[in-house]
């Protein structure tokens, strides 16, 4: 038996036009190396750097949202380390005065229920990132090149405190760093470009029989850039430390910090480089750049630009719109647009229970057919919200508003709300209001079912329900709880 313990470093991209001490783009163009560089950014003698106001901005603006404490005095490090992508020989980032520490934010743990658990932050520091190696893999001994245009992108590190249990747990945490860093529009947390990547810290507490735990010796590894490769890299990493320990009985006291790299092909990790002691980066404060200060006034003009983040809005569409956490969650997840199309439908039909029900399920369902987000969808919201008030209204069946629902993603390239009218006559699905064509129907169901009726008045009440669907059949739409009304009384009166 034994405890995971696990503790994330996440590298994220802040949403900078430019880099962070020069003003090079940060767009990504990785077919074409080294265009967005600068004396600044090559690390070229004599040029100096100059913090870009906004990268700081939108640091303090994910700092104030992971819950940390922001300081008023921050200052700049070098971080010396030899290695061709990183051409000054250090990288400036933040050592002993971060501009943020001692956050948290609630993990959701279970889906349904909504309970969650605090996972602390030690810090968030800013730092600049560094350029990419290019290996030529042609096997024609082709050298090997370095892109710079990364060089200097602004980051912001989040250190968490190892409370994550299980490799689940890290992924979800990690989801949780995606939805609130693009909801507030800190990053936009594109993987696959390298904007989010994190590095995990594993270890194992051993139960013994009796006495304490015994900690085994802690493993980072490093750069992770998907939420699934984190995942099986925990999980690999956790089998093969639970091995090892059995084999060698090591702990933590017999063996330093070691690295590791994961191979997503393989689904292993493997030994890379022996992590340098921080002394060995020997950080110093980087005489180019000035500190920074903040006071309370600037401080309260990012939170007044803060919006809202994905746990606040769980509570409010829980507490507004009575959803399920579950149904919340859905909706969180799928970003910020889809979310406010959900709002925007809720709004304008009334009904956030019915809403979230066609959001999460049809038009959930319809954005994988045709893998399309929320924007580039058909329908907008006023129309679909118009749809769901004539169900709500009892003009429509919910069956019928499906076929409507759709008839309108084949028809014209932007539906109008006259387009759910003329689809709904074209089609004949208005729900008959007229008391007289339902008792027709009924009269005429009743007589040609002689078997049904006879079973039901003896007392096998299920035998209703066939009758009931023949009804709505002749109907083509009609409320079906006034059917199974009238047609109840038609049963049990004479
Ligand atoms: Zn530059
Ligand atoms: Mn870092």
């Known amino acids: 038996m034994y405890d995971i313990i696990i503790g994330l470093e996440v590298h994220v991209q802040l949403q900078t036009q430019t880099k962070i001490f020069c003003g090079c783009n940060t767009a990504f163009h990785p077919d074409q190396p080294n265009v967005q560089t600068c004396p600044v950014c090559l690390g070229l003698p004599g040029s100096l750097p100059v913090l870009n106001k906004k990268a700081y901005e939108l640091g303090v603006k994910t700092a104030l949202a992971l819950d940390c404490q922001i300081a008023t005095f921050t200052k700049w490090d070098r971080k010396q380390y030899f290695y061709p992508d990183l051409p000054k020989g250090y990288q400036i980032s933040q050592y002993d005065l971060p501009f943020s520490v001692d956050g948290g934010i609630d993990l959701i743990l279970n889906a349904d229920t909504g309970a969650t658990r605090r996972i602390g932050i030690i810090r968030a520091h800013l730092e600049e990132d560094a350029g990419k190696n290019l290996h030529d893999e042609s096997g024609r001994g082709r050298a090997s090149g370095v892109d710079l245009n990364r060089a200097g992108t602004p980051l912001v590190e989040i250190v968490t405190q190892p409370d994550l249990r299980s490799a689940e747990e890290a992924r979800a945490f990690l989801e949780e760093m995606h939805a609130l860093l693009t909801y507030l529009e800190v990053s936009d947390c594109n993987m696959q470009e390298g904007s989010l990547r994190c590095d995990a810290n594993v270890n194992l507490h051993v139960h013994q029989p009796d006495g304490p735990k015994i900690a085994t010796p802690i493993v980072e590894i490093k750069n ?104 919340t969650a859905v909706i969180i997840a799928q970003g910020k647009p889809f979310a406010t199309y959900f709002e ?70 932007t539906p109008s709300i006259v387009r759910i009218d003329d689809v709904v006559a074209a089609k004949g699905l208005a729900i008959v209001q007229d008391d007289g064509a339902i008792d027709a129907a009924i009269a005429a169901v009743i007589a040609r079912n002689e078997k ?40 049990s009166g004479e």
Do not use: H
């Open 224 to 327: 992770l850039n998907s939420f699934r490769f984190t995942e099986q890299a925990v999980l690999f990493e956790v089998d093969r430390q639970w091995r090892e320990y059995q084999r060698t009985r090591q702990t933590i006291k017999d063996a330093p910090k070691s690295t590791r790299g994961f191979d997503p092909e393989r689904g292993v990790t493997y030994p890379m480089r022996e992590k340098e002691e921080a002394a060995d980066y020997r950080y110093f404060p980087d005489p180019d750049l000035v500190p920074v200060t903040i006071t309370e006034a600037e401080l309260n003009a990012i939170r007044a630009t803060m919006g809202e983040t994905p746990a606040a809005m769980r509570q409010r569409y829980q507490r507004d719109y009575q959803l399920s956490a579950y149904d």
């Open 452 to 491: 049904a009726v006879a079973d039901y008045r003896a007392g096998k009440q299920a035998a209703i329900g066939a009758l009931i669907g023949q009804v709505m059949r002749e109907l083509k739409g009609a409320d079906a709880q006034a059917v199974r009304e009238k047609l109840t009384a038609a049963l």
């Open 344 to 413: 925007e439908v809720a709004k304008g039909c009334g009904d956030g229970k019915q809403a979230a029900n066609w959001m999460t399920q049809d038009v959930l369902r319809e954005l994988k057919e045709r893998q399309q987000t929320i924007a580039a969808f058909a329908i907008r919201p006023e129309v679909l919200s118009a749809m769901v008030s004539r169900v709500l209204k009892k003009q429509l069946t919910i069956k019928s508003a499906r076929e409507v629902f759709v008839e309108l993603l084949q028809s014209e390239a």
